[in-house]
């Protein structure tokens, strides 16, 4: 019986130039949507993903972009849970105020995920 035979794609001149992918890499930092930063970088999703299957380098990139844009969303998570966010109060058309609210489930959820020992679900 004969193994099928898996071929790489090779990196060719029409690939992406080092600075597209440089490109590519601080807009998925800075977002953390691939769809988003291949569109900014004017890449296509499937060759950035097909980039990661063949290029180490590029692959240990993504990966430190993805993490780097998961602890700006858990920074931002906990700067809303400390200070809420601001929503417009209104009466009969016109904008009176303001009030300050805040997310008791964001709040839960960082609790949990930050110190699951204390905070988690028992008996679940």
């Not at 790489?8 to 992406?16: G, K, L, M």
């Not at 130039?17 to 949507?33: I, N, Q």
């Not at 993903?49 to 858990?74: I, N, Q, S, T």
């Not at 009176?96 to 008791?104: A, H, K, L, P, S």
């Amino acid at each position: 019986m004969s193994v099928p035979v898996r071929r790489r794609r090779r990196i060719t001149a029409a690939s992406p130039t080092p600075e597209k992918l440089a490109t590519f890499l601080r807009h998925l930092e800075e977002s953390g949507s691939v769809s988003f930063a291949a569109q900014r970088t004017g890449i296509g999703r499937n060759t950035v993903y097909e980039r990661r299957k063949v290029d180490p380098a590029f692959a240990r990139g993504w990966e430190k972009a993805v993490a780097m844009a998961l602890e700006a969303l858990r920074d931002a998570a906990i700067v809303r849970a400390h200070e809420g966010t601001e929503r417009a109060l209104w009466r009969r058309g016109r904008r009176v105020g303001t009030i300050r609210e805040y997310d008791n489930r964001l709040l839960m959820f960082l609790l949990r995920a930050l110190q699951p020992e204390v905070y988690g679900r028992r008996g679940h």
